[in-house]
């Protein structure tokens, strides 16, 4: 080998061993070469303050504040994705992608970062009118973590249409793409936490909690949408809300602040509500809990938002399992493959992209102490599992697909070209691929429908410390798989309410002015009570329809008429089954023995007319059963009191004719010629039917004849079938009628009491018309104390008895004397009776 020749190695050695160095501090945790960059914006340090340095025009020191262990873990998700993009993947081949990354402090250096990212490689951002050609130092930006430097970073970056990719911003603002147009997220709106906080505590039946809220936007906005929620449901009531004091970046409270929360934790103490739900970040909550353990509070429900919910510093307060039990909202658990080993290393580099190999670095782009204090809660970071990790994780992806889509990637290599932010921002939202089994995408409002877990903070050892006990669904917004719940009140739910829950049946009253405070009422019979239509009132039952006290429905009332089956009707069936039998019977006999001198005596034609009413009634006792009808209706209201008017107008016209004629021909000969000439019998049986009539009509028309039912006043559960609601009235005034023609047959028979023998039917007439009237007095005294189908029952029972009366103690006798002492029935018999009768009057 030539001197020249040594030379030149002897040259590229040594520039090897210079350039190394600068090489390998290039690529630390917050800087990495590549193709592409990515900005990345994460909360390593924290001042939830956000002191504004008016006495001085300095960028703030992130490393002056608290250190926070979650926003290191989030910024090594991000180094993770993009390295394991550039080494493992062949969604960018021949591309790499690289970062710069900045510690936003929570609050407090968020602008200055933007500017940073916007401007180009020679640090200058210039004044331009079109900005559609301008490429900045970054093509997307993930982060930040909070929405209110989300919302301060997005207002300048959405100016260059920069694709901007939270992990934790949940702020419905940031919905507003007007407003936020490069803005997305990976995580589902404040609305779907705040809705899966709620049904949580509809679930275990809490509706009297607290409120507990920073003194920043996240805290405003998320109660503001919680108080809203809980308004329109009714179900859950806030007993009171207070402001949580923001310390200093010392974490030193004043004085003023210390009784202020002195004064937040004596109402805590005196309420009777179990269920505290707080929004704010978690160093907010350092003092709170201090002083919450200082005081020894026991018993209550925490509820934490997704702020804190998972925050490793705040639960390795282990005392804290003494207060209560400890449940939050967060993004779903998904474990990502080597994440806990990479989370752990030490920072490392390979060599950098030759056309990117100008990095320069910024303010805020160190910390001494991360790697120590991640170290410090490995196991707890490793046992709860990454859930925030991997809304990071999966906005990386999504950036690296939309740059896939846009470099027109294939599966060996990409076109790589100079691509400006609007170009990426379409081909984001357009993207869709599954990662670690989970299909993403972005809704229209630029939100991932991720899915949120409800954890519960445990303790013990060697276990997971933020134990899911629930699943939300932000697409069916329904809350699922809810058990191993460990309360601090073993085998028992805790209790949380104003006013415990009113029994079945039984209103509620409010009481103040809280929904959830009440007091319970039973629903009186009649009455039920639909919660789902009126919980405050209870609703009536339809006139049909009834319920019994503390009802929730209303059942069928019990329908009260004459049934077959029921003992009373099988008896007056038998009843009018021997009537029916008997008068045909004897309407048989009549008919055969016509010229007889028995039957001509009984009122020859006549007896027929009282026949044939007879055994029509007789048959037409089905009426009486059953629900009524229009047509049963008529037929009890019409053709059973015109028959039996009949039956007593031809038996009392038939004892007034006898009288006449053994006792009044003599006596008043031209009345009784004028009674025979012009058929008086008849004239009278029509007269009185005609009357009867009028009667029965009247009685339709002032009232319907269809069938109605009417409550039992003795037994509101029955409703009593009738024809009408004057029922009882037209039946009275029917039988008094009856009852007249009753004690007029019975006088005239009465006066006819020494007649012959064979006209001797007195004493069958007396009998019943005494029968008729008294029937007819029990059966309106009856009507006059009872009520419903007890007055169906007495009605038809008389109604056929009285029938029977007619029947078998009129025409009885008569037939009697036919069949069995024919020589009684001559002419010859019948003129010696009246010889003999005669003869002993003179």
Known sequence: MGTQARTLCLLLFLLQIFTKPAELAENSDFHLAGNYLLGGLFSLHANVKNVAHLDYLQVPKCNEFDMKVLGYNLMQAMRFAVEEINNHSSLLPGVRLGYEIVDVCYLSNNVQPGLYFLAQNDDFLPILKDYSQYVPQ?????????????????????????????????????????????????????????????????????????????????????????????????????????????????????????????TILDKLWGTSARVVVVFSPELVLHNFFQEVLARNFTGIVWIASESWAIDPVLHNFTELRHTGTFLGITIQQMSIPGFSDFRVRHAGGGPPTPNRTNLRATCNQDCDACLNATESFSNTLVLSGERVVYSVYSAVYAVAHALHRLLSCNAKSCLTKEIYPWQLLKEIWLVNFTLLGNQLFFDQQGDMPMNLDIIQWRWGQSQNPFQSIASYSPTQKR???????SWHTPNKIPVSMCSKSCQSGQIKKPVGLHPCCFECFDCPPGTFLNRSADEFNCQFCPSSMWSHKNAITCFKRQLSFLQWYEAPTIVVAMLAALGFFSTLSMLFIFWKHFQTPMVRSAGGPMCFLMLVPLLLAFGMVPVYVGPPTVFTCFCRQALFTLCFSICLSCITVRSFQIVCVFKMASRLPRAYGFWMRYHGPYVF??????????????????????????????????????????????????????????????????????????????????????????????????????????????DLLVTVLNFLSVSLGYFGPKCYMILFYPERNTPAYFNSMIQGYTMRKS
């Open 479 to 485: 809350l699922t798989y809810i058990n191993n719940v």
């Open 138 to 262: 970054v093509v997307a930006v993930i982060g930040p973590d909070n929405s209110e430097s989300t919302i301060t970073v997005s207002n300048f970056l959405s100016l260059f249409l920069v694709p901007q990719v939270t992990y934790s911003a949940i702020s419905d603002k940031l919905r507003n793409k007007l407003r936020f147009p490069a803005m997305l997220r990976t995580v589902p709106s404040a609305t779907h936490h705040i809705e899966a906080m709620v049904q949580l505590m509809l679930h275990f039946r809490w509706n009297w909690i607290v409120v507990l809220v920073s003194n920043d936007d996240y805290g405003r906005e998320n109660s503001q949408l919680l108080s809203q929620r809980v308004i329109n449901t009714r179900d859950i009531c806030i007993a009171f809300q207070e402001v949580l004091p923001m310390p200093e970046a010392s974490q030193v409270l004043t004085p003023a602040e210390r009784q202020h929360l002195n």
């Open 685 to 794: 049986v029509a007269f009185s039917t005609a009357i009867k009539a009028m009667l029965v009509v009247a009685n339709m028309l002032t009232s319907t004849i269809n069938p109605m039912g009417r409550i039992d006043p003795e037994d509101p559960n029955i409703i009593i079938l009738s024809c009408h609601p004057n029922y009882r009235n037209g039946l009275l005034l029917n039988t008094s009628m009856d009852m007249l023609l009753s004690v007029v047959g019975f006088s005239f028979a009465y006066m006819g009491k020494e007649l012959p023998t064979n006209y001797n039917e007195a004493k069958f007439i007396t009998l019943s018309m005494t029968f008729s009237f008294t029937s007819s007095i029990s059966l309106c005294t009856f009507m006059s104390v009872h009520d419903g189908v007890l007055v169906t029952i007495m």
